[in-house]
């Protein structure tokens, strides 16, 4: 995340029962928002709505598609592998586990070892 979120409005966004279901949806393939209205049972509106709010605490992804007849639509994805709350010193704390890839990790590691 770039900012750091207070735990209660992480909490309120995947506590959500229609973002949820958006999660759930896109943690299994890629899909549309078309795609994710008609999965979930849900307005569009309420999916960009979610999608957004998901956004913004960097829990998804899109990616431009062109179709055949040459419009562009975005998909969506999960950005997370799993998270956990955890109750430490009397306070909850969120960790969200994103899958890296090795490459990235180390260099990753490479630039905190030489910061010039």
Known sequence: MAEEQSIEEILDTIGDKHARRVLAAISRE???AKELAEECDLSLPTVYRRVELLDEYDLV????LVAEDGNHYKVYESNFESTVISLEDEEY???IYREENLPDRFSQLWDELNPE
């Open 61 to 64: 992804t899109d990616r431009t």
């Open 93 to 95: 704390k969120v960790r």
């Open 30 to 32: 890629p899909q549309s």
